[in-house]
């Protein structure tokens, strides 16, 4: 019999040591509840209950969510054991079980077996919850409409050829929606906002999707098909603005991409590039309240096979310069390393990343050029070490595009070490990826850096193609956060960014990956930032990317001023 109770709880501990692996998943509410009804017919339990509380407050004054993982429905029962689950932003779970009362009280080892048990569950419950509650608030707006990183996510989600067949994206704006404010009120803006909302998602369907930039500013993707009733609505409708009927009109400002057959979208702005600029143009009026993209494809092209042309005699004449932008320990006031930013000088101007980078990036050119700051980094750092300065960690920015050449870790290695520098003094900085084979790629692409003592970090987390599993799987060493999590100054602890971005940090922590803020501007956010425990930086708060001399200034600086009131 012994035996027998033994073996049950072998295969109860193989079924908890399973339950720690699969972490990467939503929380299996049935395994768990399997797990639960063990439990209870072993050691006689009446019922299971867990409770989740927001903080310490909640708890205290019982305001929380409940789940029943099992229940006899036995009346007379008693409390026999608790365990109680703190994450470290401060959230709270419970996890109680119940014997009824004319049952026999629990041994001492049975109690511990129930506790373990309870213990693995709840943190595997907790810290799921947590996985998804961050996907949550990284998808929708304070308002509930999706947002940006939504519609990105949409883009990455479809980024075969041919995945947007037939259909066409739209960026629009409200025209005079102060006005609607104004006589409405707040809350009649408000539901005006919802209404149309739901009329959009309604004529779009399933197969489409809208999400919210901000404000009164929207990008939808939907079927041509459902083009005309959409642009319909879009030109003018009665929406609905407060409960007994009153509505307001509504007109919008778009742009339209009609999307042409077997199109590949590779990067957002592929998309968001084409209907933002015929956006511009609709929303100064001069062609009508909605302009279709096609008229402008042409220039478009032809900018791009200009600067594709113009690439080789430029990267010959060294027109490309590295910009470094320092990165600072907040706590010390330290410059920590720093990341290489391209710029290109051309015809006596400086050509922003913005407008080549993207361009490059549509052939394999863009590798060419990453190799060739890589070079020029190398040889920077050779010079600084040989004049006995401490650069630091120089990150340097990869695209996306490299991820198939079988070559790239043997070619990043022979640059590096022809010019003999130190493997821990280069970072490289990678975005996330989309499909299942650019991220078999990726990871091997890291694990190969990694073995040879090369960082790598997650570059824009928090844009784009934001993964959590991707953070899980693959062994980054960094995670650049990008500006668009921070929190702006005066904005309320309780937003959905500051939520999010308090989540983000404690995960990173959580993961044991360092973790560097971007797009530091104030000194109200780097208050923020040190309170929240961050520890590095990189902002114009401290510096802009600054040209080689500026920042050789800074290598012989002893420390920058991180002291405020
Ligand atoms: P990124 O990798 O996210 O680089 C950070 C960008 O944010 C830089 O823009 C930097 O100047 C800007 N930034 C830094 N601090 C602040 C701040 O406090 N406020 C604001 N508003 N912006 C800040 P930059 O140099 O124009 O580069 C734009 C993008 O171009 C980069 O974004 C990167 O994706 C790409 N890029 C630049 N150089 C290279 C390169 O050599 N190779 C590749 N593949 N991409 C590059
Ligand atoms: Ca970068
Ligand atoms: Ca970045």
């Known amino acids: 019999m012994d035996q027998e109770k033994e073996y ?40 299971g209950v867990t409770h989740f509380y ?59 077996k129930a506790d373990l048990a309870m213990r693995t569950t709840l943190a595997f419950i907790s810290r799921n919850r947590l996985q998804i509650i961050a996907e949550e608030l990284a998808f929708f707006d304070d308002m509930g409409f999706r947002n940006i990183r939504s519609f990105f996510k949409f883009l990455a989600w479809n980024s075969k050829p041919g995945d947007f067949n037939g259909m066409a994206a739209i960026q629009y704006n409200l025209r005079h929606f102060a006005l609607v404010n104004e006589e409405h009120g707040r809350a009649g803006g408000d539901m005006v906002l919802k209404n149309h909302y739901q009329h959009i998602e309604t004529v779009i369907g399933k197969g489409g999707m809208v999400s919210r930039l901000g404000g009164d500013t929207f990008v939808c993707v939907c079927k041509q098909n459902d083009l005309p ?18 509505t307001a009109n509504i007109s919008a400002c778009a742009g339209v991409f009609q999307i042409p057959d ?3 979208v590779s990067v957002p702005n592929d998309i968001m590039g084409k209907i933002m600029q015929s956006y511009q143009i609709a929303k100064v009026g001069a062609q009508g309240n909605i302009v279709f993209y096609s008229d402008m494809m042409l220039s478009d ?40 930013l391209c710029r290109w000088f051309h015809d006596g101007k400086i050509v922003p990343p913005i407008e080549f980078i993207p361009v490059l990036e549509e052939t394999s050119d863009i590798c060419r050029l990453d190799f060739h700051m890589l070079e020029q980094v190398c040889k920077h750092i050779r010079k600084w070490l040989d004049a006995g300065k401490k650069p630091g960690r120089i990150s340097v920015n990869l695209s996306r595009r490299h991820m198939t050449n079988a070559q790239l870790v043997d070619i990043i ?32 692409v890291v ?30 060493d960094v995670l650049k956060v990008d500006r668009i999590f921070v929190p702006m100054d005066n904005e309320s602890r309780e937003s959905a960014r500051s939520v999010m971005f308090k989540y983000v940090i404690a995960m990173a922590k959580e993961l044991g990956l360092e973790c560097i803020i971007e797009g530091v501007e104030t000194k109200a956010q780097l208050k923020m930032l040190r309170e929240l425990g961050c520890e590095a930086v990189q902002g114009y708060l401290f510096d802009k990317p600054l040209p080689l001399d500026e920042f050789e200034k800074r290598l012989d600086m002893q420390k920058y001023d991180v002291v405020f009131d």
């Not at 594709?308 to 910009?323: D, I, R, S, T, W």
Request: proline share 5%; with cysteine; hydrophobic share 35%.
């Open 447 to 476: 694990e190969d850096l990694q073995e040879h003592g090369i960082c790598t970090s997650v570059d824009d987390f928090g844009i784009g193609y934001s993964s959590l599993n991707l953070i899980r799987v693959v062994p980054w």
């Open 8 to 47: 049950r709880f072998f295969r109860l501990y193989e079924q908890l040591a399973s339950l720690t692996q699969i972490v990467n998943q939503k929380p299996e509410i049935p395994k768990i509840e399997a797990i639960m009804n063990e439990i209870s017919v072993m050691l006689r339990l009446a019922k």
């Open 229 to 246: 009733e959409l642009l319909d609505y879009l030109n003018d409708a009665a929406v609905l603005a407060n409960p007994n009927g009153k």
């Open 301 to 340: 092209k032809e900018r791009a096979g200009k600067i594709q042309k113009m690439l080789p005699e430029a990267l010959q004449n060294g027109e490309f310069h590295v910009f470094y932008q320092p990165k600072v320990n907040i706590i010390t006031g330290e410059l920590c390393g720093a990341e290489a």
């Open 262 to 264: 077997g199109y590949t």
């Open 54 to 112: 927001k903080n310490p407050g909640d708890e205290q004054r019982g305001i929380g969510e409940t789940m029943c993982s099992y229940d006899i429905g036995a009346e007379n029962i008693k409390p026999v054991h608790t365990v109680r689950f703190v994450t470290n932003l401060m959230s709270i779970s419970t996890m109680t079980i119940y014997m009824t009362e004319d049952e026999e009280p629990l041994t001492d080892e049975e109690l511990f």
């Open 413 to 444: 290695i022979e640059i590096i070490d022809r010019y003999d520098v130190p493997h821990k003094y280069i970072e490289i900085e990678l975005t996330e990826t989309t499909t299942d084979v650019e991220f078999k790629d990726l990871k091997r």
